[in-house]
């Protein structure tokens, strides 16, 4: 019983495509992220929703749109895709702050993995 | 801006002996402090995390942390390891709790040798 699944696990596509990567968590949390993880291992934010509202949006082209449909769901949508988007793609979520759950604990996917060629 | 380094990109240690990998931060406060753990293929799984109060830090599979504000360390500790516990290990700085934006450092490689 899967707590974020990521779907597809391995994306193999062609320059200039636009492709989506689907999330959903069935923990009942209230926020959810995108994480991109370069080659190198290096892991950085991308995006972050609470409630289906964007709270955090750094620095990412904006060829990358994520959509949150309801809460348990954070999709990515990626359009024109380049070759330095090849990486692999983290959804994560996390339960409310500050509650009797509010740990800072980021609960995560198995990522999907991106490759442009 | 918050930063945190993993001095060390990969450690070989023998199966049964300790280990010990670094994490420094740079905030000025006291952040928000955890450790991640990923095996080939997987998603991240949380070790440990410290928040505030006693600065040794227990969590899963044996592992500890201790917190050394005059260093800005916050260093994970196994005092046997197994060869389950190779993986990529993640520090992590929290600074923000309301949103749980974390940064995260660059990784340490664990490999372990018969």
């Known amino acids: 019983d899967t707590a974020v699944s990521q779907t597809p696990k391995y994306l193999v596509t062609q320059m200039g495509n636009d492709k989506s990567i689907k999330c959903e968590q069935n923990l009942g949390h209230d926020t959810m992220y995108w994480y991109k993880q370069d080659s190198k291992k290096f892991l950085k934010i991308m995006f972050s929703y609470n409630n289906k509202e964007l709270i955090i949006n750094e620095t990412v082209p904006n060829r990358f749109s994520p959509k949150s449909p309801d809460k348990a769901h954070l999709n990515l949508h990626i359009n024109s895709l380049e070759l330095g988007d090849s990486a692999v793609y983290f959804c994560?979520?996390?339960?409310?702050?500050?509650?009797?759950?509010?740990?800072?604990?980021?609960?995560f996917g198995e990522g999907s993995r991106l490759t442009v060629l | 801006a918050q930063s945190v380094t993993q001095p060390d990109i990969h450690i070989t240690v023998s199966e049964g002996a300790s280990l010990e990998l670094r994490c420094n931060y740079s905030?000025?406060?006291?952040?928000?402090l955890f450790w991640y753990v990923q095996s080939p293929g997987q998603g991240l799984q949380l070790l440990l995390k410290y928040f505030s109060g006693d600065t040794l830090v227990q969590g899963i599979k044996g592992f500890e942390a201790e917190f050394k504000r005059s260093q800005s360390s916050f260093n994970l500790r196994k005092p046997s390891v197994h060869w389950s516990d190779a993986a990529e290990y993640f520090c992590a700085v929290g600074f923000n709790f309301g949103n749980e934006k974390l940064t995260f450092g660059t990784g340490t490689r664990l490999t372990i040798i018969p």
């Open positions: 994560a979520s996390s339960p409310p702050s500050g509650g009797a759950e509010g740990t800072g604990e980021l609960f």
């Open positions: 905030y000025g406060a006291t952040p928000y």
